[in-house]
């Protein structure tokens, strides 16, 4: 079958679109629009913005394309009402104005209570917690509320004229179970009934049609990255941007009352546990404006300095780590003498970012997630500085994937549409297309891995106390 496919990757900062060859997968074109700037803690947006951004783009050569998927950034709130027009602008992810609201629902059910019903602990970032926050802040607008979506279910419905989601993206709400669908009960504690939700559609199931295309049930960013990457049980991505991400797939559900594993589904059927840590290249980029260097000098520094950074050990909780709900968190360096060098404060820094993310992909092990049977794979703007690989496999001991290509959301986005073409099954398709390789790195035998990373929970945990 001949064609080609269009995947939409709609992120906080913008809206990329890619075209690419039904059959084996080829790039044919890239575009991409800014989103309005946003400034937590309270991060808000018209929902018409983003819809205005991706119609500009499916100008092009989108516009011949036989199937399309939209995948966007996971967890915001649109609420809409009688006349599926928006009550207020959306709030963002990364909005954190729900913090308070987001403890009183934990507080209500207890933690281990929210991890068995829907995978993971309310935090600022879920949904739920930005209802809450509505309920109590504008009880006009949530009063009238007719559906409440998401932005990739918002994007869909511009594209089709109907509401639906997916499993992946519904598992972000914190109301909805892989076991039985939306929760009724919990929906109740913000005022509001399941009717408002959108249907949930299967993994290849079409949402409708746009333009002679058909538009597939489309996904949350974290679950659209792993159709990018072709991602199989016991494989493991790490995402290193702004923030950092560390996920794996698995084929049963995860229920962590500590909060620090996100439960979410994926696109295939499967389940997708993620650990977020919220500063990752914003650390080494604040390190490099202090040295007054660029990223690639940066990176230089800190391989010209030894394991360990001699001593100097950073602790990279600049902006709310550990979590949403403590966003006044500072970061702290520890080890400082005299003689510190340029070179020793740029290691720390990068060793700090990538300790914190060997952390997290321990704790998806103790979970019970598989995480060493598979690739390592990173992707994400850290992907291509040289430290940061070089630090993943060597802390970790294992080799690391660089992966090629930057922006595996739209390319999942692209293999979700090409299953729902032909039948495939999305893993199927990324297979067919290769997805996932890359540069190897393998790990340095000179960096006492074990040395760096006691370094680093002793100061980490002189921070907490």
Known sequence: MTGTVAGVDSSTQSVTVEVRDLDDGTLVSRARHPHPVTTPPRSEVDPDAWWAALETLLRGPATTVDALSVAAQQHGMIVLGADDRPLRPAKLWNDTESAPQAAELVDRLGASVWAQRCGSVPVAALTISKLAWLAGHEPDAHARIRRVLLPHDWLTLRLTGDAVTDRGDASGTGYWSADGGWQ????????????????????????????????????????????????????????????????????????????????????????????????????????????????????????????????????????GERTPNLPDATGTIVGLRTDISRESLARAAFEGVVCGLVDALDTLGTAGVPTCAGRLLVVGGGARSAAYPYLLASLTGRAVTVVDEPDQVAAGACVQAAAVCTGAAPLEVA?????????VIEPDPSVDAAAVRAAFREAASARQG
Request: proline content about 5%.
């Open 184 to 319: 009724a009960d919990l929906l109740e504690l913000v005022g509001l009934d399941v009717a408002v939700c959108p249907e949930v559609l299967g993994p290849v199931e079409a949402a409708g049609h746009w333009n002679q295309a058909v538009v597939g049930p489309g996904t949350g960013d974290n679950m659209a990255a792993a159709l990018g990457l072709g991602l199989r049980p016991g494989d493991v991505a790490v995402s290193i941007g702004t923030s950092g991400v560390v996920s794996a797939v698995a084929a049963t559900a995860t229920a962590d009352a500590t909060g620090a594993v996100s439960g979410f589904a994926d696109a295939t059927g499967r389940f997708l546990p993620l650990v977020c840590t919220l500063n990752a290249t914003k650390v080494t980029d604040a390190v490099a404006r202090l040295l007054g260097v660029g990223h690639e000098e940066l990176s230089e520094l800190a391989l010209a300095a030894p394991s360990g950074a001699g001593g100097t050990v950073l602790v990279p909780y600049f902006d």
């Open 431 to 439: 297979e067919v297309w290769a997805r996932g390789s890359g540069q």
